[in-house]
């Protein structure tokens, strides 16, 4: 398997401006969960869901932000418009239900740069 | 609700000696406990895990962990670093029934030759 997927790797936009960011997550797994990473506030959950359902988006930090998963195999990650504090490292994980187990499988992320 | 406090910020090692990093959780039953390794530029990987059984788990690259109850600890150890350790380490812990980790702050380790 090729892992969790995330598209594109880097982005640089300006304030205003609509961004979209996109995941893969590993087939079969049935959680996927978006993430942010900055040096101020460290790794942040946004949202996650199951089985392509939103079940916990208090993370996602105002309305400019939203998160879908129209299948499976795809979750885009909006912000519009854009603004410089925006600025970060967006992460995508996946995981599967194995018994109680949690390990999250993540992608290599996608740096934001608003200007 | 669990928490996770990763003390150290930085570390710093020579290439060589040995590693510890510190990992406190708090939640009220067994957790389940997890290090992570992020690389400059990449994502996390999943260096170990602890569910059950043995407390001193044993993971990738050579790492390995102690889970110690009385002390609500999960401290990440090698005998002998190298300069491809230089990372950032984070410490996860996860409440059973729940798929959603609470990750630690992360620590950064710095390997001088």
């Known amino acids: 398997d090729a892992g969790v997927i995330q598209s594109p790797r880097h982005e640089v936009t300006e304030m205003g401006q609509e961004v979209t960011l996109r995941c893969k997550p590993i087939?079969?797994?049935?959680?996927l969960f978006w993430y942010r990473q900055t040096m101020m506030r460290g790794l942040e959950l946004l949202i996650y869901f199951n089985n392509n359902v939103p079940i916990d988006d208090s993370g996602m930090p105002e309305d400019r932000f939203s998160a879908k998963m129209p299948n499976a195999s795809f979750s885009t990650l909006k912000i519009q418009p854009s603004e410089p504090r925006d600025s970060a490292v967006y992460f995508c994980?996946?995981?599967?239900?194995?018994?109680?187990?949690?390990?999250?499988?993540f992608g290599p992320g996608t740096r934001l740069t608003v200007l | 609700a669990q928490s996770v406090t990763q003390p150290d910020i930085h570390i710093t090692v020579s290439e060589g000696a040995s590693l510890e990093l510190r990992c406190n959780y708090s939640y009220g039953a067994t957790p389940y406990l997890f290090w992570y390794v992020q690389s400059p530029g990449q994502g996390l990987q999943l260096l170990l895990k602890y569910f059950s059984g043995d407390t001193l788990v044993q993971g990738i690259k050579g790492f390995e962990a102690e889970f110690k109850r009385s002390q609500s600890s999960f401290n990440l150890r090698k005998p002998s670093v190298h300069w491809s350790d230089a990372a950032e380490y984070f410490c996860a812990v996860g409440a059973i029934g729940s798929y959603i980790p609470t990750f630690g702050r992360g620590t950064s380790l710095i390997v001088h030759p």
């Open positions: 994980a996946s995981s599967f239900e194995q018994g109680d187990s949690n390990e999250q499988f």
């Open positions: 087939s079969g797994h049935d959680y």
